[in-house]
């Protein structure tokens, strides 16, 4: 199983970017695809996550009303559309999925069952 991730990149303080994930495990009905991020020195942070049974949805309160997740099962793949980016959203942001709902993917950010190379997010002050 493959989560590919593209996106990214170096951005003013806010603008806006948009992240895509593409994988085969969005056509089923079991999982919780998202993305959390990490920057050098702090600890992981769970940005949003959408679930491919039911569409919820969740998302940190951080980047509530600035961050949007959507999905398009046709294309198996999922966006993070970022706007009025802070410089405090720079991070490596990696595409996770975990068999289950968006408050269990919310709650194991350590304990995913897939993730994908993470991409870089740089917004400048």
């Known amino acids: 199983v493959q989560l590919q991730a593209s996106g990214g990149g170096l951005v003013q303080a806010g603008g806006s970017v948009r992240l895509s994930c593409t994988s085969s495990?969005?056509?089923?009905?079991?999982?919780?695809i998202g993305w959390f991020r990490q920057a050098p020195g702090k600890e992981r942070e769970g940005v949003s996550c959408i679930s491919s049974s039911d569409g919820s949805a969740e998302y940190a309160d951080s980047v509530k009303g600035r961050f949007a997740i959507s999905s398009n099962k046709a294309e198996n793949t999922v966006y993070l559309q970022m706007n009025s980016l802070k410089p405090e959203d720079t991070a490596v942001y990696y595409c996770?999925?975990?068999?289950?709902?968006?408050?269990?993917?919310?709650?194991?950010?350590?304990?995913?069952?897939?993730w994908g190379k993470g991409t870089q997010v740089t917004v400048s002050s």
């Open positions: 996770a999925a975990l068999s289950g709902t968006v408050a269990a993917w919310a709650a194991n950010l350590y304990g995913m069952d897939y």
């Open positions: 495990l969005f056509t089923g009905n079991h999982y919780a």
